[in-house]
């Protein structure tokens, strides 16, 4: 069973630029979520969607957007990069196992912002 | 979310059992407890979760204080590939998939 791909894995840009980064759920799994991992600031959720739909949102900016598709693959994207953007951004797909969702996450995109 | 606190960091012998707390003194009754784990260079990985009752699972044993305001994540045998970053977590049934991870414990296992 195929789990979390996320592309690209790796991927430099320069402050201004957007970027897109991609992420294919488990076969099955209809709830996607978004992380971003720095050093300082740990692991902090960005937003989750369920159905294409959005279903929460953590507390970043407007910058950062995401959507997902009638297959559950899910894209996000972040417009006029910062330097502070740099980080590894992770996908989780979840499957409701005894009332409570467990997540599974992808490897990540690492993101570097020069 | 409710706060969860773990030690920065703990150190274990391979083929030891060790003992991970954590400490969450505000849950709710309707809170269940995660563990997740990070490897190097990998995304965080499911380790187990409960409710009320101990749990045991392939990789894992949680145990849960009868007043449910801490919990223990025990490592049977310790590997060194159980070196990680563990994280205690709290979420409300049905809550979604937003979870709020705290600093987590780093497991450090010695050969």
């Known amino acids: 069973k195929a789990g979390v791909t996320q592309t690209p894995r790796y991927l430099i840009k320069t402050r201004g630029q957007q970027v897109t980064l991609s992420c294919s759920p488990i076969?099955?799994?209809?709830?996607v979520s978004w992380y971003q991992q720095t050093p300082g600031q740990g692991l902090q959720f960005l937003f989750e969607?369920?159905?294409?739909?959005?279903?929460n949102k953590g507390n970043f900016p407007g910058r950062f957007s995401g959507r997902q598709f009638s297959n559950s693959r899910s894209e996000m994207n972040v417009s006029t990069l910062e330097l502070g953007d740099s980080a590894l951004y992770l996908c989780?797909?979840?499957?409701?196992?005894?009332?409570?969702?467990?997540?599974?996450f992808g490897a990540g995109s690492r993101l570097t912002v020069l | 979310d409710a706060k969860t606190t773990q030690p920065n960091s703990m150190e274990s012998n391979e083929e030891e059992p060790v003992h991970l707390p954590c400490n969450h003194s505000?849950?709710?009754?309707?809170?269940?407890i995660h563990w997740y784990r990070q490897l190097p260079s990998q995304g965080p990985e499911y380790v187990i979760h409960?409710?009320?009752s101990n749990v045991n699972n392939r990789m894992a044993s949680l145990a849960i204080a009868e007043d449910r305001k801490s919990s223990t994540l025990i490592l049977h045998r310790a590997t060194l590939r159980d070196a990680a970053v563990y994280y205690c977590?709290?979420?409300?049934?049905?809550?979604?998939?937003?979870?709020?991870f705290g600093g987590g414990t780093r497991l450090m296992v010695k050969p």
């Open positions: 989780a797909s979840s499957l409701e196992v005894d009332g409570a969702n467990v997540l599974t």
């Open positions: 076969s099955g799994h209809r709830s």
């Open positions: 969607y369920f159905s294409e739909t959005q279903r």
């Open positions: 505000t849950i709710s009754g309707t809170d269940y």
């Open positions: 409960g409710l009320t």
């Open positions: 977590i709290l979420r409300a049934y049905n809550a979604g998939n937003m979870l709020t």
